[in-house]
Nanobody, 115 residues
Framework: VQLVESGGGLVQPGGSLRLSCATS????????MSWYRQAPGKERELVAS????????NYADSVKGRFTISRDNAKNTVYLQMNSLKPEDTAVYYC?????????WGQGTQVTVSS
């Protein structure tokens, strides 16, 4: 099983990034997918989640209206479009797959928002 995040980097406040999580080794379309993040000294928190068919999404209040989660079941990939980025969005972002009780995590990608 692999979950490989990409698309992180350094961006100025107000900028945008698109994270991708390419997966393999499991039946992607059966798993709910989420993005979590963890800032230095803080607990890991849920950012956004999407159901198996992509019909329903959920967002943390702190990112509503700025972030969009989507998935392509044909490509076994989940995305996180991040707009209007703020310094407080700086964190390591992790891809998460769940078909309870089975859970998989990616290794994370660093997002730094700074001028």
């Amino acid at each position: 099983v692999q979950l490989v995040e990409s698309g992180g980097g350094l961006v100025q406040p107000g900028g945008s990034l698109r994270l991708s999580c390419a997966t393999s080794g499991f039946t992607f379309s059966r798993y709910g997918m989420s993005w979590y993040r963890q800032a230095p000294g803080k607990e890991r928190e849920l950012v956004a989640s999407i159901t198996t068919a992509g019909i329903s999404t959920n967002y943390a209040d702190s990112v509503k209206g700025r972030f969009t989660i989507s998935r392509d079941n044909a490509k076994n990939t989940v995305y996180l479009q991040m707009n209007s980025l703020k310094p407080e969005d700086t964190a390591v972002y992790y891809c998460h797959a769940a078909d309870w009780p089975t859970v998989y995590w990616g290794q994370g990608t660093q997002v730094t928002v700074s001028s």
